[in-house]
């Protein structure tokens, strides 16, 4: 069994969980594999593309709430596709009327279709508009911690720097920068974008990230169930080292045992 402190609860706009693993939902085979790697990751909050996923939008056609349903899953509608503010803050108004309300959102303006890397200008404008309309913004953004700063000066309830680009596996390239936002931070910080293996998420909860989001590194996996459940551990497993406290790194050994006193 899978213990979560109660003292470490991942808040988000009011909204208490105690997975610290956002999953998202598209690159899987089927509504059927995405089911099972969602279980396996033990996500609550689940990311949703509304413009390339039918949540009731396409009547008649297989509905990813059918899998997982919004009673058992924190669904945050995202605005992955859009390159402009307008279109971003028309695809939440769009996710808020299918969704009965909800208001808690991922904002997404990219600015080049190759990299898939933010444009901030956009980002800081749709982001100013949607909080001023009512929503509660999970923001996507570049690792530059004064963006960070200003977009959680605007209202944005928790700030999602790359790691790397989306897609890439690359893993952890920016930690100092990541450690720069952290550091100054009253919002959670979620890793969104460059994770490709269990190791990449631990790294990112020992720095002290307060989640971590991804999708390809566990639908693009061989086995996406069996990653999802990598990932799962990795997490936990970042985030109960981050609350111990590593060891300070030195240049020299230091024996586990004193060497003082000694017989013979």
């Given at each position: 069994?899978?213990?979560?402190p109660?003292?470490?609860?991942?808040?988000?706009?009011g909204?208490?969980f105690?997975?610290?693993?956002?999953t998202?939902?598209g690159k899987f085979?089927?509504l059927?594999e995405?089911?099972?790697?969602?279980?396996?990751?033990?996500a609550?909050?689940?990311?949703?593309a509304?413009r390339?996923?039918?949540?009731?939008?396409?009547?008649?056609?297989?509905?990813?709430?059918?899998?997982?349903p919004?009673e058992?899953?924190?669904?945050?509608?995202?605005?992955?596709g859009?390159y402009?503010?307008e279109?971003?803050v028309?695809?939440?108004?769009?996710?808020?009327?299918?969704?009965?309300?909800?208001?808690l959102?991922?904002?997404?303006v990219?600015g080049d279709?190759r990299t898939?890397y933010?444009?901030?200008?956009?980002?800081?404008?749709?982001a100013?508009?949607?909080?001023a309309d009512?929503?509660?913004?999970?923001?996507?953004?570049?690792?530059?911690?004064?963006?960070?700063?200003?977009?959680?000066?605007?209202?944005?309830c928790?700030v999602?720097p790359?790691?790397?680009?989306i897609?890439?596996?690359?893993?952890?390239?920016?930690?100092?920068?990541?450690?720069?936002?952290?550091?100054?931070?009253?919002?959670p910080?979620i890793?969104?974008?460059?994770?490709?293996?269990?190791?990449?998420?631990?790294i990112?909860?020992?720095?002290?990230?307060?989640?971590?989001?991804?999708?390809t590194?566990?639908?693009?996996?061989?086995?996406?169930?069996?990653?999802?459940?990598?990932?799962?551990?990795a997490?936990?497993?970042?985030r109960?080292?981050?609350?111990?406290?590593?060891?300070?790194?030195?240049r020299?050994?230091?024996?586990?045992s004193?060497?003082?006193?000694?017989?013979?």
């Open positions: 069994m899978n213990i979560v109660a003292s470490d609860p991942l808040v988000i706009a909204r208490t105690h997975s610290r693993l956002l998202g939902t085979k089927d059927d995405t089911r099972h790697a969602t279980e396996a990751a033990g609550q909050i689940v990311t949703v509304i390339r996923t039918n949540i009731g939008q396409n009547p008649g056609e297989p509905n990813l709430l059918d899998v997982l919004p058992r899953y924190t669904i945050l509608p995202n605005t992955a859009c402009t503010a279109d971003a028309r695809t939440c108004r769009l996710a808020r009327e299918l969704l009965d309300g909800h208001n959102v991922k904002l997404e990219l279709q898939l933010p444009d901030v200008v956009q980002t800081l404008k749709a100013e508009l949607l909080v009512g929503f509660d913004v999970m923001v996507y953004t570049s690792d530059d911690p004064i963006l960070a700063r200003q977009l959680e000066q605007i209202g944005c928790a999602m790359l790691a790397a680009p897609g890439s596996g690359l893993g952890i390239q920016n930690r100092y920068t990541l450690l720069e936002i952290i550091d100054n931070a009253k919002v910080i890793v969104d974008a460059g994770v490709g293996t269990a190791s990449d998420a631990a990112a909860m020992e720095l002290g990230c307060d989640g971590v989001l991804m999708n590194a566990i639908a693009g996996a061989k086995d996406p169930v069996l990653m999802a459940s990598a990932m799962r551990k997490v936990e497993a970042g109960e080292a981050f609350r111990a406290g590593r060891i300070p790194r030195k020299y050994a230091s024996a586990s004193p060497v003082d006193g000694l017989i013979g």
